[in-house]
């Protein structure tokens, strides 16, 4: 498993575990600090990179998790999520209006889809982060900081659930290897 995959999740999972075990906001907080930062740390130093949804997640869990710790006051890391599915469905709905495809230009090298296929993709990546966004904004305004943790660790799992259940629109869609144009290599001069 590639170190950027570990950050996506291990900082919230150990967040979660932490504040479910404990039911102590502010350390559970704590770690989800110092989880982020070593997250980033790791990644930068192994793959020299850091992607733009990662680096983004990662600097407002920071930033969200540093207000919490300040004022004592679980709302911003609680709205974190809401804010990270919010600006990724309005990314998404952007690259589509200017006519780009950011799903496209992040995985178009591991997929060969038709344009059509990649646009409808994107549409139901936008829509579920809404979706996700929505469910957050409801459960951590009206459930404990338990129950909202919960739902932390099922949208998570959701998000996997709703990757898989794209396989068979990618599979319909996926070009076959032989309709894949592989272009000539460049002429070495000989």
């Known amino acids: 498993m590639k170190p950027s995959t570990l950050a996506e999740f291990l900082p919230a999972l150990t967040f979660i575990g932490t504040l479910l075990f404990t039911r102590n906001f502010q350390l559970a907080t704590w770690v989800l600090v110092a989880g982020s930062a070593i997250a980033l740390a790791v990644v930068w130093v192994t793959e020299r990179r850091i992607s733009p949804v990662l680096l983004f997640s990662g600097v407002l869990a920071l930033i969200a998790g540093g207000l919490t710790l300040i004022f004592h006051d679980a709302r911003f890391v609680k709205m974190k999520m809401t804010i990270v599915d919010v600006a990724l469905a309005v990314a998404l709905f952007a690259g589509l209006a200017l006519k780009k495809n950011p799903l496209k230009a992040m995985m178009g090298e591991t997929l060969v889809l038709p344009d059509f296929a990649w646009r409808n993709l994107t549409v139901r990546y936008a829509l579920f982060f809404l979706a ?29 659930v709703f990757s898989i259940a794209m396989t068979p629109y990618l599979m319909k869609h996926m070009a076959k290897p032989e309709e894949v144009k592989v272009p000539d290599p460049p002429d070495a001069g000989f």
């Not at 929505?134 to 799992?157: F, H, K, M, P």
């Open 132 to 160: 996700c966004a929505g469910v957050n904004e409801y459960i951590w305004r009206t459930q404990s900081d338990e129950t909202w943790g919960v739902w932390r660790l099922v949208a998570l799992g959701a998000a996997l």
